[in-house]
């Protein structure tokens, strides 16, 4: 069984920081992509950024310079540092995992908010 357990959301300031995490327990499975998405009020979920199993890092063109993310392979979690954040970068933020038992579409964390607001 998967189980993807996010924290880190919460209310910032405009041109403040978050970093949010996702812990990916699964057992024996192998894990192979991670990445982050997001869903805004009214709007389909959207890629933010993927890290390959090899450290390959895609970001979306609204998050480039701005987000990095990274992953601890030893403990099976994925980060998702955000600086310089917008108010557009409100949204839910799911965590998703590619792995053995899913290597297409993989399974999903429950959902972080993060809002940007003064």
């Known amino acids: 069984q998967v189980q993807l357990v996010e924290s880190g959301g919460g209310l910032v300031q405009p041109g403040g920081s978050l970093r949010l995490s996702c812990a990916v327990s699964?057992?024996?499975?192998?894990?192979?992509?991670m990445g982050w998405y997001r869903q805004a009020p009214g709007k389909q979920r959207e890629l933010v950024a993927t890290?390959?199993?090899?450290?390959?890092?895609n970001y979306a063109d609204s998050v480039q310079g701005r987000f990095t993310i990274s992953r601890d392979n030893a403990k099976n979690t994925v980060h998702l540092r955000m600086n310089n954040l917008k108010p557009e970068d409100t949204a839910v933020y799911y965590c998703?995992?590619?792995?053995?038992?899913?290597?297409?579409?993989?399974?999903w964390g429950q959902g972080t908010q993060v809002t940007v607001s003064s």
């Open positions: 998703n995992v590619k792995h053995g038992g899913s290597p297409s579409s993989g399974s």
């Open positions: 699964v057992s024996t499975l192998t894990i192979y992509t």
């Open positions: 890290i390959s199993s090899g450290g390959y890092t």
